[in-house]
């Protein structure tokens, strides 16, 4: 089993970059942790569903065939540190690879959302795009400490 994170945009700030580097380094080369970036798509001024769409299609290629799709959105279920690590053992006795996905600037589709899986969310506040993805990868880091008995994680 292996989580991915999957995601809307292309090139992040430096500082942004170098945190995802960071902890996808912790966990080695083979680790247990994948990303992959997908391009967003031109946007227009009168609708964005277009590009929703376009970005949404791109999304679905790029996740690995049979995974559990978990969309991160505001709407999501709130989850603790620790609520997060029992839910990754959990998805690892599924044994069935997950796909954590991050939407582009307008979010997903309705109908997209509701169709993955499972809905989280990071935050009860508004995050941009690359803080957004730097807090995914360290909770998933120290989800990963909790569950091995690294001292990462100080409760």
């Given at each position: 089993m292996k989580l991915w994170v999957v995601a809307v945009g292309q090139r992040l700030p430096a500082w942004a970059e170098t945190a995802c580097a960071d902890y996808l380094k912790?966990?080695?080369p083979d680790g247990?942790?994948?990303?992959r970036v997908v391009r967003a798509a031109t946007r227009h001024h009168a609708d964005a569903s277009a590009a929703?769409?376009?970005?949404e299609s791109a999304l679905q290629a790029a996740i690995p065939k049979g995974a559990l799709r978990v969309v991160l959105d505001e709407r999501g279920q709130r989850l603790s540190t620790v609520a997060l690590a029992q839910r990754v053992q959990r998805w690892q006795q599924d044994a069935?690879?997950?796909?954590?996905?991050?939407?582009g600037a307008d979010g997903?589709?309705?109908a997209w959302r509701n169709a993955?899986?499972?809905q989280?969310?990071?935050s009860d506040l508004t995050l941009p795009h690359a803080l957004a993805r730097v807090l995914l990868l360290e909770q998933l880091y120290r989800a990963w400490s909790?569950?091995?008995?690294?001292p990462y994680h100080r409760a």
């Open positions: 912790r966990l080695g247990p942790i994948g990303l929703i769409k376009q970005e069935r690879d997950v796909a954590l996905i991050v939407g997903l589709s309705v993955c899986d499972e989280l969310r990071l909790l569950n091995h008995g690294h």
